[in-house]
């Protein structure tokens, strides 16, 4: 996580100092007033594009105007935070659930006893709100314009329907009730994209492993269009792919690794033993175990690299290349 501080007083910067001190374990770079070389408008545009969390020590008004030019939505919008220079307020003005400025704005409250003002209705009401479980589990809001729906239901008391094809270990409001598909508005919380409700809140979480095989020097754009290809074939959202995987003696073939830059995924490699030891049905090929000691590479290494998994891909096979993937049902952590 990266924080940007922003001060414009004497006495802002002596605030400065102490808030860079509350964020000591993320990457914080703090702007002074004898700091600034350049406009704030141009300091603003490039902390939007660098930044998690950007917390301005001034007036609101400042901050406002500063950051207008640059808000997009509320998917990619970092936090946005206003801190007086005294350190008596604390108020998030953007991204206060999915980007977590309201929780920031809760915490610097405590640390410098100031006070947080929260304007958001779920919050003050103290109504569960859906944006910020996501955030806080990281899961994905695939359609975010139907968060209204869910916000206002809840506000309303509504009841609101859950369907999960990964474990919830939350305790979850009352009125939000699991596998309930007559409600207007709902909440899917899987890898797939379904639509069971007039208002459906697709959350996307990381729970498949993705498991890979290749024939040496296979094309290196090859599993990237395999890939593509069944996720598009199966209504699979790319970033609910945790990781990638295959045998140790693939590590360095080049369509493995493109792949796993494609995906921006982690690339576990097991043994042939580590593999044989994986119980289940598996798509068995006396070819693949003598080339690499285990009767087949894709299917084993999506279900080891999945906390031994589902699969619900078996062996696919491409232009030199398989693929399989493997859900793992546990409940996802942060």
Excluded at 113 to 140: C, F, G, L, Q, R
Excluded at 158 to 179: A, F, M, S, W
Excluded at 192 to 198: D, G, H, N, R, T
């Amino acid at each position: 996580m990266t924080v940007y501080i922003i001060s414009f007083t004497d006495k802002g910067d002596i605030l400065n100092n102490k808030l860079k001190n509350i964020f000591c374990n993320q990457e914080v770079k703090s702007f002074k007033r004898k700091d600034r070389k350049e406009k704030l408008s141009q300091w603003t545009q490039k902390a939007f594009l660098t930044c998690d969390a950007i917390i301005f020590i001034g007036a609101a008004g400042i901050a406002v105007r500063a950051i207008a030019p640059h808000i997009s939505d509320k998917s990619r919008d970092p936090a946005v935070i206003v801190c007086d220079e005294l350190g008596k307020y604390i108020i998030p003005i953007l991204s206060g659930h999915i980007g977590r400025a309201n929780e920031f704005a809760v915490r610097i409250s405590k640390k410098i006893n100031a006070i947080p003002v929260i304007t958001t209705a779920t919050d003050i009401n103290e109504v569960w709100a859906v944006d910020n479980w996501a955030a806080e589990k990281n899961y994905k809001i695939n359609n975010i314009e139907n968060i209204k729906y869910i916000s206002s239901a809840m506000l309303r008391n509504e009841n609101i329907g859950i369907i999960n094809d990964i474990e919830i270990t939350d305790k979850l409001p009352d009125n939000v009730i699991k596998n309930a598909t007559s409600t207007n508005c709902g909440i899917v919380l899987s890898p797939y994209i379904k639509k069971p409700y007039i208002h459906t809140l697709n959350l996307v979480p990381k729970c498949l492993s993705i498991g890979l095989g290749s024939k040496r020097n296979a094309d290196r754009n090859a599993l990237i269009e395999l890939t593509n290809n069944i996720l598009c074939e199966n209504n699979i959202d790319i970033y609910a792919i945790e990781n990638s995987a295959t045998i140790d003696i693939k590590k360095d073939e080049l369509s493995i690794l493109k792949l796993c830059e494609h995906l921006g995924t982690e690339l576990k490699c097991y043994s042939a033993d580590e593999l044989n030891n994986i119980k289940g049905n598996f798509t068995k090929s006396d070819f693949v175990r003598s080339i690499t000691g285990t009767d087949n590479v894709c299917e084993r290494s999506a279900v080891k690299a999945s906390n031994n998994g589902e699969l619900i891909i078996k062996k696919t096979v491409g232009k030199d290349v398989t693929l399989a993937i493997a859900i793992n049902k546990g409940s996802v952590k942060e």
